[in-house]
């Protein structure tokens, strides 16, 4: 089992920068990706950005240019730079991660993302 525990979400304006952090514990040695999904009210989940285990980024095309996926190997946490937020970028986010051969498949409890206008 993985856990994942997210935080740094909270208010911001809009074209303002949030840092979001997701801690990864357990049986971390399947793991062969790392991404981070939002939750919009009336939308499915979608994936935001992800990472492989070799450090190859992906992101979806509504946040390229805006935000960086990254790992800190050393301290097991997987971090996202949200630069220029925009109303759209609001919702829930959670980070999951991927085992060897599988889908994300396991969620933390999310952080809130608010951008006012």
């Known amino acids: 089992q993985v856990q994942l525990v997210e935080s740094g979400g909270g208010l911001v304006q809009a074209g303002g920068s949030l840092r979001l952090s997701c801690v990864v514990s357990?049986?971390?040695?399947?793991?062969?990706?790392m991404g981070w999904f939002r939750q919009t009210p009336g939308k499915q989940r979608e994936l935001v950005a992800d990472i492989t285990s070799a450090g190859s980024p992906n992101y979806a095309d509504s946040v390229k240019g805006r935000f960086a996926i990254s790992v800190d190997n050393a301290k097991n946490t997987v971090h996202i730079q949200m630069n220029s937020l925009q109303s759209e970028d609001k919702g829930v986010y959670y980070c999951n991660v991927r085992e060897v051969g599988s889908y994300y498949g396991y969620w933390g409890q999310g952080t809130q993302v608010t951008v006012s206008s």
């Open positions: 357990g049986n971390i040695d399947k793991i062969d990706g």
